[in-house]
């Protein structure tokens, strides 16, 4: 590979670049679905290729290319350059990136069994296994169950002297069940929604959660979710479960710490933020409880890597302390252009910058933006709830473009009277203000309910680009939000 | 671009190598471009270039499907033994019957050699030109310019070869000011029917006119919603509804109600893709010409999409040419969608409102329960309240939660011209008029 990156980084040197990187990316992705009882999905996909990024008369330029030959290189490397040039018609400014990152490092996945190694019959028995068990509920109409795997090989070299090679494992699986009636369909999921849970590691995560296991249970409730009552509409005390808190996370939390959005890189398309630079340091987000973290070292997180894709060192930072903004998520430029007005801010990027593959850019990605675990347990939480309703898996989701107003729905609920899980109730819906909503947080559950949950499916930039994103959550209560909106 | 010979040369060289009872094989070549603006500037510039080829084998009822972009031929045999030995661990389909027969496809003509040619410093002119107005008037420019060509072949063993290629050019901006924005967009085949420097006086105008904007309380109103919005709504109502997967699954407002009005008198909606006013691409992913499918006829639902698997489940039926790439858990869906224009102008559906509220286009949206279309989303880049027939200030952005089918119901007015929207998410492309709605629903506010 260094003969290529190396004729890379010389070639777009060459042709004026002041920077330049490249990334050879090699994706393998097994996908693997059972839809009642018979085998959907049975795919290998494999996808290859490079990626050059360069700073010509100080503005960006990438081009990228599915075929890795001499000629190929040098074609890419110089067409690079002449976008970036071009780029540089309309700038107000030069980029800039800030001290030299220059490693020269590997790192894997660590993990205890290879999944490729693992037979497509043993996969196939699993989700068989599982489909058999949810399709034994009396009244179920759909069951289907999934596997996804992929191994991601990438070679990073820079012009400033990096050359880092990465080797990231995932796996996931997950199963969804449909009820229907005349003009009602209600759904489950486990062990969370979107299709699949997803991990950085090997075929242990499948065993670990075990999808037959549980498949049964997930048709019990949405057989039940038909006949339940409508979610009520008022105002009360919401406890939410780790898989749907996590996407509130992600949403309200992990989406507007990216600086880049901060600065209206993304306002045409995924919006801004409310976080903006004044208040780091200087804002409540949330109550004396609430404590986030970004962590690109978390075990079996989705976002889990040794080096973000400009070679930064995975790392992990402070987001939100006792309730007070304190951090963001950079790259090497945005890190830059903070400490223009924040001198106190880190001078290097704190490692967040991933690319959607080999013909993609890296922007500002979540790595595992997780809430730290508190002191109760959930039996502790629901028993100090006199009224109040519990809500489960996320179904729907939604909220503006600076990431204040939002709301979701959630496959399954039950209303809390006296201490004590009530009645299961459908169609669930709650929704609210960011700052207001993390103000009325005032329990986070222990470390025995905290997992790392995987959104797989985090969609950002034009291209569009879809980043696989964890995130740490137990469940948590919050006071005085409203419910019940249909 | 890289042409019909060498796409049906890959594929040749797949079907020669294949030994399976049935194979497929897909190949997709892209030459894309993209360059992107923000705080009045150039920050993200990139071009791709990419071919890539898939194959599904079929032996008795097992399927295997793998991919590849490495095209080497001796790649692409051992992609095809990928697929076959794939095949051979599966267990049996008894729903399958067999890949497509082939069938006469019209060619249509997509291409546009000045948008496959169109340089990176051509988009940059244009984007200059969006730039020049939104620094002429103190305001912050972001947004996208892009062109791009793609291909497709699909051949299969059983004769099936169809090629196609065609040209996009897009480019939309969101122009802002310290509490207001407005945007803008425009997409065709060719790059020279877009108008930079007339999307930035859209945006740059709905910026200037949304500064100061003030609250309004959530509740029912009459909205008069642009293009972009309605092709929202339209693109959730195909993929939520009109997919035979959908409907066969009972998980569709569709299930059991064909036939009955389900919309109002002035919506009627088909999908054609062979209509030059949208996205043109005259065979599905299956290597099945398109037939246009009326789907509501004057609010009643009359139709839904299939592939090869869900026509396969019905006596009688066969694919309306809407199948996506195997394996498909999707199902059919519709990606060139119509909605029959009226014969109002906005002034008239302004004019004609005593109080009401102008929206420009959704954010984020998503279905809240899909059975009932019912939809939870944003306002963003435009909001106005319209008062006596007049629009008299700006709104911060309001959530709305509402279905779709209840909205189509109650539209009073539709205009008389219809706007190619591309969307979001894959290929999608819509054709929508602009729509005045009685009783929307907003059931939340923002603080901007």
């Known amino acids: 590979m260094r003969d290529y990156t190396t004729r890379a980084l010389d070639v777009a040197q060459g042709k004026g670049a002041s920077y330049a990187d490249i990334r050879i990316v090699r994706r393998e992705t097994q996908d693997i679905s059972v839809k009642n009882g018979i085998v959907q999905t049975l795919s290998l996909d494999d996808d290859f290729g490079f990626g050059v990024r ?433 | 671009m890289i042409g019909k010979g060498e796409l049906k040369r890959l594929a040749d060289t797949v079907l020669s190598a294949a030994s399976a009872d049935q194979t497929e094989v897909l190949v997709q070549g892209k030459d894309l471009a993209l360059t992107r603006f923000a705080a009045n500037s150039i920050h993200q510039n990139v071009s791709e270039t990419d071919v890539s080829v898939r194959v599904r084998s079929i032996v008795g009822k097992r399927i295997g499907v793998a991919s590849s972009n490495d095209v080497s031929d001796a790649s692409l045999k051992t992609l095809v033994k990928k697929a076959e030995t794939i095949a051979s661990f599966q267990q049996e389909n008894p729903e399958f019957t067999s890949l497509p027969e082939p069938l006469s496809i019209r060619e249509m003509d997509a291409f546009s050699e000045t948008t496959a040619q169109c340089s990176a410093e051509t988009r940059a002119r244009g984007v200059g030109e969006i730039l020049e107005q939104s620094r002429a008037n103190d305001l912050v420019a972001s947004g996208a310019f892009s062109t791009g060509t793609q291909e497709l072949m699909i051949s299969n063993s059983l004769g099936v070869s169809a090629y196609h290629c065609g040209t996009m050019a897009s480019a939309m901006t969101v122009i802002m000011s310290d509490d207001s924005s407005g945007y803008a967009s425009s997409a065709a085949q060719d790059v020279n029917a877009l108008d930079p420097a007339e999307i930035g006086r859209i945006a740059v105008d709905k910026a200037v006119r949304s500064a100061n904007p003030t609250s309004i309380d959530p509740g029912e109103y009459t909205v008069i919603l642009e293009e972009d919005a309605v092709a929202t709504m339209m693109f959730f109502l195909g993929y939520l509804g009109f997919s035979a997967l959908a409907v066969q699954e009972g998980r569709s407002f569709l299930s059991g109600h064909l036939g009955e009005k389900v919309a109002g008198d002035a919506i009627t909606l088909w999908d054609d893709g062979f209509d030059p006013r949208g996205s043109v691409l005259p065979f599905d992913f299956e290597g099945v010409p398109k037939q246009k499918v009326m789907l509501l006829d004057r609010g009643v639902a009359v139709g839904a999409v299939y592939d090869s698997a869900t026509a396969s489940r019905e006596p009688g039926k066969a694919s309306t040419g809407h199948g996506l790439p195997a394996p498909n858990t999707m199902g059919p869906v519709p990606i060139n969608l119509f909605m029959k224009p009226g014969d109002a102008s906005k002034k008239e559906m302004i004019a004609s409102t005593k109080r009401g509220i102008w929206v420009t286009r959704f954010h984020y949206v998503n279905p809240v329960h899909p059975v009932k279309t019912l939809l939870t989303g944003m306002t963003r880049d435009g909001t106005f309240l319209i008062e006596d027939g007049r629009i008299t200030r700006p709104l911060k952005n309001l959530r709305f939660t509402q279905s779709i089918l209840e909205a189509f119901s109650n539209v009073e007015m539709l205009s008389k011209d219809l706007q190619m929207i591309k969307m979001d998410f894959g290929n999608f492309v819509n054709c929508a008029p602009a729509a005045k709605i009685n009783r929307f629903a907003f059931t939340g506010t923002t603080e901007f």
């Open chain 1, 54 to 486: 360069v700073i010509a008369n100080g503005a960006w330029g990438f081009a990228s290319s599915n075929r890795l030959t001499e000629e190929e290189i040098d074609r890419v490397a110089a067409q690079a350059v002449t976008i970036a040039k071009a780029s540089a018609l309309t700038k107000d400014r030069d980029v800039e990136i800030g001290p030299a990152e220059v490693h020269v490092d590997s790192y894997a996945t660590p993990m205890e069994i290879d999944p490729f190694d693992i037979s497509l019959e043993d996969k196939i028995d699993e989700l068989m296994s599982a489909d058999k068990e949810a399709r034994s509920v009396t009244g179920l109409a759909m069951a289907q169950s999934t596997m996804g795997f992929l191994r991601e090989t990438k070679t990073f070299a820079s012009s400033e002297g990096s050359f880092i090679e990465q080797t990231l494992v995932e796996s996931g699986l997950g199963i969804t069940v449909h009820a229907v009636s005349e003009g009602e369909m209600q759904q489950r999921s486990y062990p969370n929604s979107f299709g699949r849970h997803q991990g950085t590691a090997g075929y242990e995560f499948i065993k670990k959660w075990d999808l037959p296991g549980h498949a049964r249970g997930a048709a019990e409730e949405a057989v039940a979710l038909l006949s339940a009552p409508q979610c009520p509409s008022k105002t009360t005390t919401l406890i939410l479960d780790g898989p749907q808190l996590a996407l509130q996370v992600h949403e309200s939390c992990g989406h507007p710490i990216e600086l880049d959005r901060v600065y209206g890189t993304e306002a045409a398309f995924a919006g801004t933020s409310f976080l903006t630079p004044e208040k780091l340091g200087n804002f409540r987000y949330g109550s004396e409880v609430v404590n986030l973290v970004a962590d690109a070292t978390t075990p079996t997180g989705l976002g889990t890597y040794g080096y973000d894709d400009e070679g930064v060192p995975a790392q992990r930072t402070d987001i939100v302390k006792n309730g007070e903004f304190v951090g963001y998520l950079t790259s090497r430029e945005t890190a830059s252009q903070l400490r223009k007005t924040h001198p106190e801010a880190p001078e290097r990027s704190n490692g967040t910058m991933r690319a959607d593959g080999w013909n993609r850019v890296p922007i500002v990605r979540m790595n595992n933006v997780s809430l730290l675990p508190g002191e109760p347990t959930l039996d502790e939480l629901i028993a100090d709830t006199d009224d109040g309703i519990y809500m489960l898996t996320n179904k729907s989701w939604s909220i503006d473009d600076k990431r204040l107003n939002f709301q979701f729905g959630t496959e399954l609920a039950y209303e809390i009277k006296n201490g004590k899980l009530g009645q299961m109730v459908k169609n669930a819906t709650y929704t609210g203000m960011t700052p207001q909503f993390w103000g009325g947080c005032d329990a986070v559950c222990n470390v025995g309910h905290w997992h790392v949950w995987g959104t797989p499916n985090c969609g950002k930039g034009q291209p569009m680009q879809t980043a696989h994103t964890g995130h740490g959550t137990a469940p948590a209560r919050f006071r005085n939000v409203q419910i019940g909106i249909m």
